[in-house]
Each structure stands twice: as structure tokens, then as C-alpha cells.
């Protein structure tokens, strides 16, 4: 795990960018909830961090696809991929990501 902001420093439902060990990734916070996932859309390599969060999940700002924030899966098009979803902890204030495994 690798400690990238502290919790304090995310908007809640606000896409954030990091980059950890040399990944591109977006954290969403919900409420004391962080959900870490590979920042491109496996549609049109676009940074899911310029999108907002949707009732569907993180939607991609070009062409709409959303991305479930646990499971990386789109559930709406065009995209048909899921994007890789990282495991998170939060120690101390200190929000932590591990990119060498994912939950997908």
C-alpha cells in the first residue's frame, strides 16, 4: 500500500487524480468510503478523472460510459471493458493504494 493524500484533501463524490507507482488512478471519496480505480476509460483512453460521478457510477466526460466504483464494470455504453478497481485503506487520516492487485 501506498499512501497518496490524506482523506481530508477529497471532495466528497469529486474525482480526484494520483498517481501511484507510476499508475494513473482516480479516487472517489463517498463519504468515509474511498474507491481507487485505473484512471482511463478502457473505451477511449480518456482520464475518468475529468468526469463526474453518476447514479451509475464514474462517468467518462466524452462519450458517457460509466464505471461501477466497486467492481471497474461498465454499466453503460459504449464501453464494454471493465477498468482495473485497486484496494484502499485509510490509516491515520492517510488514504493508502495498492496498485500491484486489483478487485477485478
Known amino acids: 500500500m501506498t499512501p497518496v493524500c490524506a482523506l481530508s484533501e477529497l471532495d466528497d463524490g469529486k474525482p480526484r487524480a494520483v498517481e ?3 499508475v494513473a488512478v482516480v479516487l472517489v471519496r463517498q463519504g468515509d468510503e474511498v474507491h481507487a480505480l485505473r484512471d482511463e476509460c478502457s473505451h477511449a483512453a480518456l482520464a475518468l478523472s475529468e468526469g463526474e460521478l453518476a447514479r451509475k457510477g464514474l462517468e467518462c466526460w466524452l462519450h458517457g ?4 466504483l466497486r467492481t471497474g464494470a ?8 471493465p477498468v482495473d478497481v485497486y484496494p484502499v485503506s485509510i ?3 492517510q ?10
Open 20 to 22: 501511484v507507482g507510476g
Open 65 to 68: 460510459s460509466c464505471f461501477d
Open 74 to 81: 461498465p454499466s453503460a455504453p459504449p464501453a464494454t471493458e
Open 91 to 93: 490509516v491515520d487520516d
Open 95 to 104: 488514504v493508502h493504494v495498492d496498485v500491484t492487485t486489483t478487485l477485478n
